[in-house]
Every structure is written in structure tokens, then in C-alpha cells.
């Protein structure tokens, strides 16, 4: 069985109770096994992307969601869930969170403007060493005090946190409307190479 067979797996209730099961019980399974050690290499590219694509959105969102909390949009931005910028956009707007995916579309303009890209952020956090404390604007050698404020402004259109607009009713909505296809999707990646 390939890797990204094996943390599918590790990911998901069991496939053959996964047509039963609730949206809440695939984003809550998801969830509490996202982070374990052993599927510490699900946003490996090669592993990732051979998911089904209604999974990785559901990684995609709950990655996002957990770096506004912790790092605030800066840490998305420059850690390694940042690299995944425009595939988070796209599942923004595949589940119907517009704001989010306009606010997003929104910081990778200011980005452009001032010649930024996730991938460069994250390269210079690779430079520090394991636990150091550092600054933003230190480790990326920005200045501009202008830059900050727009990246705040927009960011204060994201809906993270906010009882009106939570992504996480669109998500739930999202997996509940495309669960028959979700479980032939996964069906059908569980088979390869099967002989």
C-alpha cells in the first residue's frame, strides 16, 4: 500500500461505514488525526495531491483555520501551510466562504505588490534555528510599515471566528452535498494498485 493510500486510511472512518457517516463525524475524524506524527508527511506534495480533492480541502481549511489561531495570517503566510496559497482560495471557493476567498485574494495581491510569495516567506524561515523567537518583519527583512497595514486591513475581512460566517458550516455543508461522490472517490484510490 502507497503512503498516501495508507494516511487516507489513517485520516477517515472506515471506508466501508464512510457512506454512513455524518459530515461533522469525516470533518471531526479528520480533525483529531490531521496532526498525529504518523501522517506527518500528508502535505508532502507527492502524498497530497493524490488525495481525493474533497479531502484535501478539508485538510486545506482545517490547516488554515488553525494557523489564523495560533500565528495569526502572517504565519499562515510564511509557514509551510502558506505554500498552499492558492489551493486554499480554491477551496474557499468551492464551499461557497466568498469573503474568506476574496480576503485571501486580496493578501496575495499585496504580496505581488511588494514582490512576495509564500514560498520565499517560509524559505527564510528555514535560516533559524529550531525555537528562536523572532519578528516578522526581522526574519523577512521588510521595512514598510505600509505593508503591515495592508496585510492587517484585509485580513480583518477574514470571517475566522465570527458567529455570522464560519467556514466551517460551508465545509460541513460541502462534504454533506458531496459525500456519495467523496466515497467513490476514495473507493477508487483505495483500489489502485490492487491486483
Known sequence: MEIHQTILRRLLPDHK????????????????????QENIQLKDEEVFFKLPALLQDIVLLIDFDTELIMNGILGF???STGKYLNETIEA???IGAVHDANALKDIKRILENYNLSTGQLHRD????????????R????????EFFEEIQYAAEKLTNGSQEENIF???LAYIEANKR????DV????SKNKA
Do not use: C, K, M, T
Open 187 to 190: 473507493q477508487a484510490v483505495l
Open 181 to 184: 461522490s467523496f466515497v467513490e
Open 125 to 136: 524561515l528555514q535560516d533559524l534555528e529550531p525555537y528562536e523567537i523572532n519578528h516578522f
Open 77 to 79: 503566510l510564511e509557514n
Open 92 to 94: 474557499l471557493e468551492r
Open 169 to 171: 458550516d460551508h465545509l
Open 17 to 36: 461505514e464512510l457512506i454512513n457517516a455524518s459530515a461533522d463525524e469525516i470533518l471531526d475524524h479528520v480533525g483529531i488525526n490531521r496532526y498525529s
Open 138 to 145: 526581522q526574519v523577512h527583512a521588510i521595512a514598510d510599515d
